[in-house]
């Protein structure tokens, strides 16, 4: 399948996707020594690069109004915001301003909150083009590293490559659509008295927003019977003082569960609802939330009184849902991209499968349109890069993409293996390598092109398991050791 070679690339989102899909296509040269890319730029919606690592004070909550409405529903979740009329007519050098637009809603602010240590060791929070060291982790946490520590590899990484100058920062994508060859972008400025609209047009499009902004929380009857600002979701947590001497249901006992209940634990009594007997992902977290209060899945509510699925009852002060993110573009139509929506009323949750991507990368229809960031794993920035030097080499022209008849069977093939849901993005981590990272390099990327993987000590990602294991009790005990994480 020839795809033809774009020459201006639009990046939407400044996060660890669009940052190191920036540099990969910045550094992407023909076989002359040209660049294979005229235009490159990325557009972030927050005033500074580094995506859901950037920390605020004030966190995105879910108001009461939402609870009372059709909270499950992307589309009322994250709705999209409508563009002025006549916006085509202008350029980034000749916006259109209006009043500034309600931004209730939109997600924009991460789920960091002040003590949040990562759950993966230091050597995959970084670009495989930088060097790691080992030892300079803090002693404390071992391999892992604090919020703080991502985001300055970032900042770092985005300063000595030079790469802000290629990035539109308070900028917010409000539509893409295609036109003849080109995809045009509806633009907002934000951040100033007024709002500033334009239209930009592109070859090509690498969507590198991520997926853990839109919070997801699943339909359950009488939810809306809550008392007004008990119910929230993991993403707005920020310290555990609000729920001091309280009852707090936590519902969804994976990571962002446990990572919080190890801070409320000790000061107020913490009760998990789960299914019972299931997996997650890591098993000392599957252990972690046997050993705690656990009730199933919830039946109902009615105001402060649950009802679980096996008739057992708990009065809860509140409730904090850890439920996970939508796949959630809002500037995309279904058009260009869909997901299974096995959820309420046939909508998407938080085990929704993105459609027809080739690889997790390539939309298959329009192959011109590509996703950074759909490949589930703990190798987690180097997955990243792997996806940005695969468009590269499609892009670019190095190399091609089979015909469309070849990719569906991919797709068929990963469903039979996986199941139509969202494990068809996950790979397990100590075999990722031979089963994602090696072959989207070697089909897609740059001949020469290094696997970013190639040469890591994944047992690192073991070592990371038991120090997150051993710093969650320690929190959650009270060690003194852990006293900065408190």
């Known amino acids: ?128 083009s930088i060097p790691y060291t080992p030892g300079k982790e803090r002693d404390v946490i071992g391999p892992l590293i604090t919020h703080e520590d991502v985001n300055e590899v970032l900042e770092t990484f985005a300063d000595e490559h030079k790469l802000k100058e290629h990035i539109r920062l308070n900028t917010q994508v409000q539509d893409v659509r295609k036109d003849g060859d080109q995809w045009v972008l509806t633009l907002r400025k934000t951040g100033g008295d007024k709002d500033e609209w334009y239209t930009e047009s592109f070859d090509a499009v690498a969507v590198a927003s991520g997926h853990y902004s839109t919070p997801y929380i699943p339909y359950i ?4 019977t809550r008392a007004k600002g008990s119910v929230s979701h993991a993403k707005s947590y920020r310290t555990a003082e609000p729920f001091k001497d309280k009852t707090v249901l936590i519902v969804g006992s994976s990571l962002s569960g446990v990572d919080i209940a190890q801070y409320i634990d000790p000061i107020a009594k913490v009760v998990f609802s789960r299914t019972p007997g299931k997996e997650e992902i890591y098993k000392w977290i599957t252990t972690a939330a046997e050993k705690a ?32 993110y939508h796949w959630r573009w809002p500037f995309l139509n279904d058009k260009l991209i869909q997901q299974t929506k096995p959820g309420y009323e046939g909508t998407t949750t938080s085990a929704s499968r993105v459609k027809d991507l080739y690889w997790n990368i ?94 890591e000590d994944i047992t690192d990602l073991d070592r990371g398991l038991e120090s997150a294991e051993k710093t969650y009790y320690g929190v959650k005990n009270r060690d003194p050791i852990y006293n900065s994480l408190h």
Do not use: C
């Not at 039946?299 to 850890?322: C, P, R, S």
């Not at 075999?431 to 970013?452: C, H, L, M, S, Y």
């Open 221 to 224: 009857k009488g939810l809306d």
């Open 1 to 128: 399948m020839t795809v033809k070679s774009p020459k201006s690339i639009a990046i939407i989102g400044a996060g660890p996707g669009g940052l190191v899909s920036v540099n990969e296509y910045l550094n992407t040269k023909l076989e002359d020594g040209t660049p294979a890319f005229d235009k490159v730029v990325a557009f972030e919606q927050k005033g500074s690069v580094g995506g859901v690592w950037v920390y605020s004070d004030e966190p995105d909550v879910v108001e009461d109004d939402l609870i009372k409405s059709q909270y499950w529903n992307a589309d009322t979740v994250h709705p999209e915001i409508k563009a002025p009329e006549g916006v085509e007519n202008h350029t980034v050098d000749n916006p259109l301003e209006t009043a500034p637009a309600d931004n209730a809603h939109q997600w924009r602010r991460s789920g960091v909150y002040p003590n949040l240590y990562t759950n993966v060791s230091r050597r995959f929070l970084r670009f495989s």
């Open 362 to 455: 390539f939309n298959i229809e329009d192959p011109t349109l590509a996703f950074i960031g759909v490949t589930i794993g703990t190798t987690k920035f180097h997955s990243l890069e792997a996806a940005a030097a695969a468009t590269a080499g499609i892009w670019s022209g190095s190399k091609q993409l089979p015909p469309k008849k070849e990719q569906y069977k991919w797709i068929q093939d990963r469903i039979a293996e996986t199941g139509d849901n969202l494990f068809f993005h996950y790979y397990e981590y100590h075999t990722i390598k031979e089963k994602w990272f090696d072959p989207v390099i070697e089909k897609f990327a740059q001949d020469g092109r290094v696997n970013p993987l190639e040469g």
């Open 293 to 324: 209060d656990t009730r199933p899945r919830i039946k109902e509510v009615n105001g402060d009184l649950v009802t679980f699925v096996d008739g057992t009852q708990l009065v809860a002060d509140h409730i904090i849902f850890a439920t996970g």
